[in-house]
């Protein structure tokens, strides 16, 4: 899993993964690149038809028509909020965050946020160079870049990068 991530982070995820194990942590990844059509299905599961219908009409504004017909393409979803990240508006598309889970002592996965293990995963990850997502409410959450994708690319750059990386995606009608 953490191959698919962009070398520069993976070392240094490699790295906090260690240091956590040698302070008695074991973190394990269970989410690293995810796909566009992953991420719009995460942030249409909390949201209205109208606010989906809101931000499809912004995307095609903003030259960002393959993001847009990508959370349209993946039809209605149900389910708590996951994310406020439509499509490539998340580090995730791009190799450059992950998410890690506690293991408990008998292999069991802790999802407490308030465990100790969490607040040292954050701790060492700024240390290291890393935003942890414990900074914004995502616990399990770790980025390369301290900045968001939307603060660096437009949506028409970020449309264009994701048809790069994604050839489904690139072969969305628009």
Known sequence: ????????????????????RSNGYLMRPYCSIRDPF???????????SAQIATMVTRLRSQGAPRIAACIEAVGPQSGKPVTNAAPGFSWHQYGEAVDCFLVNADGSADWDSSAQ?????????????LRAGRDFRDPPH??????????????AEM???????YPGFAALKV
Do not use: C
């Open 142 to 155: 770790v980025q390369y870049r301290h900045h968001e994708p939307h603060q660096v690319m437009v949506p």
């Open 117 to 129: 293990g969490y607040v040292e995963y954050a701790r060492l990850a700024t240390k290291i160079g």
């Open 1 to 20: 899993m953490l191959n698919q991530l962009i070398p520069e982070f993976r070392e240094k995820v490699e790295e906090l993964l260690q240091a956590l």
């Open 38 to 48: 992953s991420q719009a299905k995460l942030w249409r599961q909390s949201r209205s």
């Open 159 to 165: 449309d264009t990068m994701l048809a790069s990386l």
